[in-house]
């Protein structure tokens, strides 16, 4: 047999959403299909960790959203869910908070007044409330005897200080501290008109629009909270002895930009050479070269107010001096040496390859809307972006790594024995 020749699209048409706005100011975004018999309502609320005034209250209020409700139990929920076969998911962040479900589109109807129940009228009983909190301290506690977990926290707060949103950590007692009145507090506050938008893909019918509209209809008009955020206090290095640890954990990167800066994509694209994808330098280095570890990745980091880059990986005790000095050295080899053209025309074709297969089906393509939205873009960035990858040449990338890469500039965590 022969291969197919490889085909690298110069161009990505992708589906804009068609947009509505209700009369308390939410907005729905629609991505209308009929090629799947499948619906997904995805509502985004900015109630992620940075806007809480108290610890851990942001994710409890999402995680017991479903835990009871004005008219049925956690048990009741979840069985009626299960009955249609209807998925419900909540990813938190520090910034969102993303509440999904998903079903066949035969059954959107029931599934949506699942949904209603617990967006608009959870009663975060005390008991679940008690329940959640001891499980999720226990967990908190056992993770933070992780080096990887220690490493994550540590370079968190290094790249940001400990007293910004975006790098504190809170001692896991602090959820006994935390009240049922915290919660609806939280929800009262958060969980209103002007914190939410709505991302509706799959077969929509007048049908669906109208019950989507008439749940995102009822959330409550309230202020906006958005806090003031303390300018970022950067520490250059962190080591963190962890006695009987057999690896280390290490994380190197710098504070950058987030996704609305023009050196963001390109950057991206260095991230990429680096560490984003099996056979990258990195990954030839530490792993195949010398045996260090099993796995290391390199990625820009995007928050709604500040985004990095971050190197990670775990490595042998042993090896930790090593693995530091290879990762520098990777940095430095792209600040001075031009990308040879033929690792560049890949990599260009690995970030085109993992594109196209994000925007495989409905719910991607959604996934793909409620990023771009959130930097207050439509899906046409998505071209753009691609055919800014395409004319990146091993000048942009040495360019780039000399004005963001400096050694003096990296941020060092290491988490392990000493």
């Known amino acids: 047999m022969t291969q197919p020749p490889l085909t690298i699209p110069s161009a990505i048409e992708v589906q804009r959403a068609e947009q509505l706005t209700l009369a308390n100011g939410v907005t729905l975004h629609l991505l209308p299909t009929n090629d799947f018999e499948v619906l997904r309502v995805t509502f985004v609320f900015r109630a992620g960790s940075a806007v809480q005034r108290v610890p851990f209250s942001a994710s409890t209020t999402a995680n017991l959203l479903a835990e009871g409700t004005r008219n049925h139990t956690a048990h009741e929920i979840a069985e009626q869910l299960d009955f249609y076969g209807s998925w419900f998911d909540v990813n938190l962040d520090r910034d969102f908070v993303y509440i999904s479900f998903a079903t066949l589109s035969k059954f959107c109807r029931p599934t949506l007044g699942v949904a209603e129940e617990i967006l608009l009228h959870p009663t975060f009983p005390e008991e679940e409330l008690r329940t959640y909190c001891a499980k999720r301290r226990q967990r908190l506690r056992i993770d933070r005897q992780k080096v990887d977990f220690k490493a994550r926290e540590a370079f968190a707060e290094a790249l940001f200080g400990p007293q910004h949103p975006y790098g504190i950590s809170f001692d896991e007692t602090l959820y ?135 190197v990670a990986t775990q490595v042998g005790t042993e090896a930790t001096g090593a693995a530091l000095e290879a990762i520098r050295a990777e940095i430095g080899r792209l600040r001075t040496e031009p990308v040879p053209e033929e690792e560049l025309a890949l990599v260009k074709k690995i970030m085109a390859g993992e594109t196209m297969r994000i925007l495989d089906g409905p719910f991607g393509i959604a996934d793909v809307t409620i990023e771009n939205i959130l930097c207050g873009r439509d899906n046409s960035i998505i071209d753009d972006n691609l055919a800014r990858i395409q004319a990146m040449t091993p000048d942009d990338i040495r360019r780039l790594a000399q004005r963001y890469l400096a050694p003096d500039d990296l941020v060092t965590v290491v988490v392990g024995a000493e």
Do not use: K
């Open 176 to 310: 006994d501290q935390l009240t049922r009145a915290d919660v609806e507090n939280f929800y009262r506050t958060h969980y209103t008109a002007e914190n939410c938008f709505v991302v509706c893909s799959g077969r929509i019918d007048s049908e669906v629009r109208e019950a989507v509209a008439a749940i995102a209809g009822q959330l409550p008009n309230g202020p906006m909270y958005v806090p003031e955020f303390p300018a970022p206090v950067t520490r250059a290095e962190t080591r963190i002895a962890h006695p009987g640890a057999v690896q280390s954990s290490i994380r190197i990167g710098r504070l950058l930009f987030d996704r609305r800066h023009p050196d963001f994509v390109g950057m991206q694209v260095v991230a990429t050479i680096l560490g984003g994808y099996f056979g990258s330098r990195l990954m030839r280095n530490l792993r195949e070269e010398h045996g260090y570890t099993y796995g290391v990745v390199a990625a820009m980091v995007n928050f709604d107010r500040e985004g990095y880059l971050a």
